[in-house]
């Protein structure tokens, strides 16, 4: 017997892909919704042959609110939602900002506006970024839930933080709403089956992408942005977390919002009112181990035996010099770990890739 239907948004995408196999893995039933604006449609397909059965899809765009309401007629006895519909590049939020807000914010509104009016059950656990947390100083690493938010420069960075606020305040003022925010470190690899993984578009912006394609011989080189950083060895440091401990991550919050728990209210001055509710939380999900560019690159070449030639470049525009988690929150109260060996990862991320030659 199935334990909810789960509305999965952005369910074709990277981490949407792999979350929907760990829940359904796990005996919930998810509808996935996608606009395929930044994924593609065969992915359907493979989720369903690591399933081994048929998934419920419905192909929508989540900004707009007659396509999207749709799904809720059709579904009615949905039980939460887990929303990544959204997009996520730095640089392309920057010039396209209007572009980012519609998609990232009238999206989230419309999943409110739908899940409450609806009066189902408004569970929901949202996708969110440590990029919340700007460059943290370094009295905060590693970094945890209650450390000051600073200010985004980007678009994408401002919608996330905004994509909050708005969910705080719809906890405050909807009784019958529950809402985990996941703020993700660095993502990476790919399932084991190498069915899915990262699909970047043109040139990857990411670092792993970007490392498996030049050990393909897709990219020459690969350019270390920046040795002069105040870190060990001067390349930047970040944690990086496999998709499918965090797509698990995600099974965990679902289970919380839908069992009948409410949280302590959190020492978190952002958020007060939300966390005196009992029905907001917000988990950092990393491994709590900050990895640099160098030690990745070391550990890929290690881990995969391949060559990757790369140079020291200068440093990225608006790179953060170094942050990773406390990720002791999740695990006390989620009881989730992110404990794969980043080989194991980035064996992973080869596998997938070698599929894509
Ligand atoms: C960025 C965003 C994050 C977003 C994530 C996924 C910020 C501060 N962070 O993370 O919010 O969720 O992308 O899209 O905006 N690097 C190289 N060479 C490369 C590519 C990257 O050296 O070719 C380095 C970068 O300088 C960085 C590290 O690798 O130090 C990781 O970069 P990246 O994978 O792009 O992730 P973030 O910038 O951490």
């Known amino acids: 017997m199935s334990k909810g239907k789960i509305l999965l948004t952005g369910a074709a995408g990277y981490i949407g892909s792999h979350t929907w196999v760990e829940l359904c893995n796990a005996g919930y039933e998810v509808v996935g919704v996608d606009n395929f604006y930044n994924s593609e449609r065969d992915v ?8 081994g059965r048929p998934v419920l899809f419905e192909e929508t765009d989540c900004s707009c609110p007659e396509s999207f309401g749709k799904v809720f007629q059709k579904h009615q006895d949905i039980v939460g939602a887990v929303h990544f519909a959204a997009c996520k590049a730095v640089g392309e939020s920057i010039e396209k900002p209007l572009m980012y807000y519609r998609n990232n914010i009238v999206s989230l509104l419309n999943l409110i506006t739908l899940m409450k009016d609806k009066a189902l059950k408004a569970n929901i656990v ?116 496999y998709v499918v401990d965090l797509a698990k991550a995600h099974v965990k919050a679902i289970d919380k919002l839908l069992s009948n728990c409410i949280s302590k209210a959190e020492d978190e001055p952002t958020y007060t009112e939300a966390a005196k509710t009992g029905r907001w939380f917000i988990y950092n999900l990393g491994t709590g181990k900050g990895l640099s560019v160098l030690e990745l690159v070391n550990g890929f070449i290690k881990a995969t035996g391949v060559d990757l030639p790369y140079q020291i470049a200068p440093r990225r525009q608006g790179d953060i010099e170094q942050v990773w988690a406390d990720p002791k929150k999740a695990e006390l109260e989620l009881g989730w770990k992110a404990d794969t060996p980043i080989e194991d990862v980035l064996r992973s991320a080869w596998n997938w890739q070698k599929t894509l030659k």
């Open 126 to 241: 949202f996708s969110s970024s440590c990029t919340v947390y700007g460059q943290p100083d370094k009295e905060h690493l590693p970094i945890a839930e209650n450390a000051p938010l600073k200010r985004s420069l980007s678009p994408y960075g401002k919608s996330k933080q905004m994509a909050e606020e708005i969910l705080s305040d719809s906890v405050v003022a909807y009784p019958q709403m529950k809402v985990c925010a996941l703020r993700y470190f660095n993502p990476i690899g790919a399932h084991p089956s190498a069915l899915i993984g990262e699909l970047p578009r043109g040139v990857p912006q990411n670092l792993v992408p970007f490392v498996t394609q030049t050990a393909a011989g897709i990219r020459d080189h690969l350019n270390v942005f920046g040795n002069d950083y105040n870190t060990p060895d001067g390349s930047c440091i970040r944690d990086y977390i």
């Open 44 to 51: 359907v397909e493979r989720i369903e042959k690591i399933l």
